[in-house]
């Protein structure tokens, strides 16, 4: 089976804490022993946009780890991240969360892993299970 890889595991992984680093590592390999691995546009556009990372960087990191990228998400993926960007609104609004906010992009990287049928690696379980109940969430 596929793994979709959210942002926050590949940032684990270069993070210098090598608690987590080995974590991100390891789930990561397991991952790879069972299929293969992508990550959707939104979790690349995340990846450039970190301090000290390139584009250059990022596509040569996923080239060598063997990690695809998903360019194309689709009319299917939009319309599911679409509704549970509702719901997470309407969740928000109910409860006055005063928490850290959610960007659509958190959940496009969750709609494309549920569309295509993929197990999605993250290291934010709370969110997409909320937002995704029938997708298969791994963690680290």
């Given amino acids: 089976m596929t793994t979709a890889i959210d942002t926050n595991v590949v940032v684990a992984l270069w993070d210098k804490d090598p608690t ?14 069972r299929g293969s691995l ?12 970190a301090p000290g990372r390139t584009e250059t960087f990022v596509s040569s990191f996923l080239e060598e780890t063997g990690i695809a990228i998903d360019w194309d998400l689709g009319e299917a993926a939009w319309r599911s991240a679409g509704r549970a960007f509702q719901g997470y609104a309407e969740r928000r609004r109910k409860q ?6 959610r960007i659509l992009a958190d959940f496009l990287i969750g709609a494309h892993a549920q569309t295509r049928g993929y197990r999605l690696l993250t290291l934010d ?10 997708l298969t969430i791994e963690t680290i």
């Fill in 38 to 49: 992508v990550v959707s546009a939104p979790v690349f556009a995340e990846l450039i946009a």
């Fill in 96 to 101: 006055r969360d005063a928490g850290s906010r």
């Fill in 125 to 134: 379980e709370r969110l997409y299970k909320l937002a995704f109940p029938t």
């Fill in 20 to 33: 987590l680093n080995l974590a991100a590592q390891t789930a990561l390999e397991t991952a790879f022993n």
